[in-house]
């Protein structure tokens, strides 16, 4: 996951509407240092400090097992909080402990098994597997993949042929957020020589709330809720219409699937009782989650709550779909298109992508 979440970006924003006066050279020092100031801040939670004088318990029946998850805590992984707080985890015999990152850091840490589990992307999988590394996925999460194109509704940008012309915000060229954008590209036969890329690490919110550029890549559930909180209507190009890709997921790796397939199965099933549960408890589940992100409380709690309610979408399958489950079909569609824009160069067999035998 290539991305600063929700909260920060409401910060990015409101930090930029308040030095909008200054000189651009100032404005950006600004957000570097913000930048910094979150980066440095991305620990793992750790648990609640015990009463002065005791103790605290340690339950040494309990396996340890670290997740690897995106950049910093966010409420968008409240079903991982459920699953500690309701003891799902420990239900299963696990101690689920968060480890906040980014994704191709995890991916390599699972392919050599000093990792056992991350959450990655359908594309991520592909990448791995392409370099040698033994990575598989286990158990769909996101129903549907996050990554958008939006720009504000004046600007028109509502299909991929829209893009034409256009200057478009992008992370960088790396992750989800460039699968993303190669893919609606294509949608339209576009190219990146068609478009005009800005490089513009994680201010999306800033860029097109300033127009600094028509459209912005960013995940569907950040960048276009924090605007539509201050009012900025926004239209948004999803990846779903036009290129199948599994999304993010539960990923581990071929030595922990042969050596512990128990451990595996107990981590998707509880996993999957906490989704559903969350999908079925909202607003408790947002209440754990203010509880391990205490900082998506207070001023920052109705953006917040607008972005857990937005992602929670993603979380529902769709009628008729197993929870859990993806198909062989949308794993070559991600090989293919992998290999096709140049980002792994020889076809990955889909079948050693995937498998749904923890989710059926």
């Not at 609640?48 to 340890?64: H, I, K, Q, R, Y």
């Not at 919110?205 to 559930?221: F, N, P, R």
């Not at 071929?254 to 050596?259: K, S, V």
Request: aromatic share 10%.
């Amino acid at each position: 996951m290539d991305y600063i979440v929700g909260n920060t970006n409401s910060l990015l924003f409101k930090l930029f509407i308040l030095t909008r006066k200054q000189p651009m050279f100032h404005r950006l020092s600004i957000f570097v240092f913000l930048l910094l100031f979150v980066i440095t801040g991305c620990t793992p939670i750790a648990p609640a400090p015990a009463s002065e004088g005791s103790v605290p318990a340690v339950d040494t029946s309990l396996t340890p097992v670290t997740l690897g998850v995106g950049f910093i805590p966010n409420v968008q992984f409240a079903t991982f909080y459920v699953g500690v707080a309701k003891g799902f985890y420990a239900e299963e015999g696990l101690e689920v402990t968060l480890d906040y990152g980014f994704e191709d850091d995890y991916l390599k840490l699972v392919g050599v098994n000093e990792l056992q589990f991350m959450v990655g992307s359908g594309d991520q999988v592909v990448l791995g597997r392409a370099q040698g590394l033994p990575v598989r996925y286990v158990m769909n999460w996101y129903t549907k993949y996050p990554v958008v194109i939006f720009a504000k509704s004046a600007v028109g940008i509502t299909e991929p042929a829209d893009l034409a012309g256009k200057s478009i915000g992008i992370p960088g060229p790396f992750g989800a957020s460039y699968v993303a954008f190669r893919g609606i590209l294509e949608a339209a036969n576009l190219t990146e020589a068609d478009v005009t890329m800005e490089s513009i690490g994680f201010t999306q919110v800033a860029a097109i709330s300033e127009d600094l550029v028509d459209a912005a890549v960013d995940y569907g559930v950040n960048g276009p809720v924090v605007l539509a909180q201050a009012g900025i209507e926004t239209t948004q190009i999803t990846l779903d219409g036009h290129l199948q890709m599994p999304a993010n997921g539960l990923v581990t790796n071929e030595t922990t699937l042969q050596d512990d397939p128990d451990l595996v199965a107990k981590m998707v099933r509880a996993t999957l009782k906490a989704t559903q549960y969350t999908l079925d408890n909202p607003d408790e589940a947002f209440a754990i989650a203010l509880e391990f992100v205490p900082e998506a409380g207070g001023d920052n709690e109705a953006a917040n709550r607008a972005i857990f309610d937005a992602v929670l979408e993603y979380w529902t399958p769709a009628a008729g779909q197993p929870m859990g489950v993806t198909d062989l079909p949308a794993w070559q569609s991600a090989a293919e298109f992998m290999q096709r824009i140049g980002l792994v160069d020889t076809l990955v067999p889909a079948e050693e992508l995937f498998t749904n035998e923890f989710v059926q």
